[in-house]
């Protein structure tokens, strides 16, 4: 597969015979059995799941939510031998900044969607004009609609570099980056490979672990729980996809409600409880997986990076933070700043993983203070 460097418009057009293949699917489910008198701690429940797949069968509409996405501007370009697919919504003011917006796993570019608006046209959101942003939004690699991964090695770097590449075929010399979950990490991987043209970066997840034999205040032992809490009960699936994705895949790849159930776990656990995410927010984001076939390859990103696909090097970007309280991992800035460029951190009350979705509000107001700063 060679590169075409031609950025070409794009469509989503879901053929009828997918969406009857996946009723059937459906309809045909072979539930286990489940022991009574337990919950959450030992994953989904069977009535939490039957809810959401009656929905999925007889609510949901993928027909207006295929309308929705393609209300929004989409590309499609060829990067080293890969398809790389992305949402392009420029701003109406003339003097927007760019701005790459990458998702990470379980997400998609669907969980960005209700933040283009107030991003992309601040004057109509109540906002400022000078904070408006040209949004880039991709795909990752071997993720929805960038099609799953045609040969090994897309590791953070190589991503980072696709999408500085994307960036370029855009026409925009200098931008900035933001992401939250693989896109925190490709985000700051993009400001290490292409540093001439990033301004700045933002990140809603930040992984720190203090050094051997620190001293750690009460609240940095405190963060140091909660995080060991994750690597303790809640990273199964991200032991399997670094050691066996291609094994998972079978199961993810053959059983809608086993994509779904996958999934909306991650959903359940990682967000702020007081938060709220539409049932068709959370389908929508699981049939970007299931009707493109990359439960698996968006899985390898796991053992890429696990076998020494990146991330790589030290930040010099200048670089903010945004904490969420209910996010998998809470920073420790001291920390950070042995890594990265930190000149920005904010802490907030509310929130978690899925920032986008569960306070917009929050994120798109740091993401505007961060590359003022920068």
């Known amino acids: 597969m060679t590169d075409d460097r031609a950025v070409h418009p794009f469509t989503v057009d879901v053929p009828q015979a997918q969406l009857d293949d996946l009723h059937a699917r459906l309809d045909r489910t072979r539930w286990p059995a489940e022991l009574p008198g337990v919950g959450w701690e030992r994953g989904m429940p ?153 301004l700045g970066v933002h990140v809603n997840m930040l992984v720190t672990r203090p050094p051997a034999g620190v001293d750690l205040s009460t609240e940095e032992r405190r963060r140091n729980a909660h995080n060991r809490r994750f690597e303790r009960e809640l990273s199964g699936y991200h032991r399997q996809q670094s050691t066996r994705p291609v094994t998972l895949s079978y199961a993810l790849h053959d059983s809608p409600v086993g994509q779904l159930a996958w999934v909306a776990e991650k959903f359940h656990d990682w967000t702020d409880p007081a938060s709220t995410i539409e049932a068709d927010d959370l389908l929508t984001n699981v049939m970007l997986y299931w009707l493109t076939g990359t439960a698996g390859s968006s899985a390898q990103l796991y053992w890429e990076t696990v076998h020494g696909g990146g991330p790589h090097g030290v930040g010099t970007v200048p670089t903010s933070v945004s904490v969420f309280p209910h996010d998998l991992f809470l920073p420790v800035r001291r920390f950070a700043e042995q890594t990265e460029n930190i000149v920005g951190w904010t802490e907030h009350d509310r929130g978690g993983h899925f920032a986008a979705l569960e306070v917009p509000d929050l994120l798109v107001a740091d993401v505007r203070a961060a590359l003022a700063r920068a």
């Not at 207006?64 to 890969?82: E, F, K, S």
């Open 46 to 198: 069977a009535t939490e799941l039957r809810t959401l797949v009656e929905h999925w069968r007889h609510g949901y509409d993928w027909r207006a939510q295929q309308a929705r996405l393609n209300r929004v501007p989409q590309v499609t370009t060829t990067i080293d031998g890969q398809r790389v697919h992305a949402l392009h919504v420029r701003s109406p003011e003339p003097g927007a900044t760019p701005l790459l917006l990458t998702h990470g796993w379980p997400g998609s570019v669907v969980e960005l969607l209700g933040v283009l608006g107030p991003l992309t046209d601040p004057r109509e959101h109540g906002g400022d004009p000078a904070d408006a942003f040209h949004v880039v939004a991709p795909s990752l690699p071997g993720y929805g609609f960038s099609s799953p991964l045609v040969e090994p090695g897309w590791g953070v770097d190589r991503m980072a570099r696709a999408l500085a590449e994307l960036m370029a075929r855009l026409g925009y010399d200098r931008y900035g980056a933001q992401g939250g979950d693989w896109g925190s990490h490709v985000s700051r991987a993009v400001g290490r490979v292409d540093p001439e043209h990033v």
